[in-house]
């Protein structure tokens, strides 16, 4: 059975730094994508960021230039470095895994990370 367990979230001032990261068992991911997305009450779950097995990353556009996104392999384990951060990061952030399937992707979610900014 695949976990996904986030960590790392928290309560932090505009202009700070947070690091979530994501540790997945269960099964091996080496197919695998894994990313963030993130998300506030009464909205859509946004992509952050994603990163292939071999490194190959992806932004969102408001994660672009202060959000790094990576993996250790050996630990499977994702990780998020968020600096500069605006209250308007504030949501509670999911880490995302997909693996290629037939018929289709497997697909899955941790339970979050609240990650809260204040001025």
């Known amino acids: 059975q695949v976990q996904l367990v986030e960590s790392g979230g928290g309560s932090v001032q505009t202009g700070g730094s947070l690091k979530l990261s994501c540790a997945a068992s269960?099964?091996?991911?080496?197919?695998?994508?894994m990313g963030w997305y993130r998300q506030v009450p009464g909205k859509e779950r946004e992509f952050v960021s994603t990163?292939?097995?071999?490194?190959?990353?992806g932004y969102g556009d408001s994660a672009m230039g202060r959000f790094t996104t990576y993996r250790d392999n050996a630990k499977n384990t994702l990780y998020l470095q968020m600096n500069s951060l605006k209250p308007e990061d504030t949501a509670m952030y999911y880490c995302?895994?997909?693996?290629?399937?037939?018929?289709?992707?497997?697909?899955?979610w941790g339970q979050g990370t609240q990650v809260t900014v204040w001025t």
């Open positions: 990163v292939s097995y071999s490194g190959s990353t």
């Open positions: 995302n895994v997909e693996c290629p399937s037939f018929p289709r992707a497997q697909t899955y």
């Open positions: 269960g099964r091996s991911f080496g197919v695998c994508g």
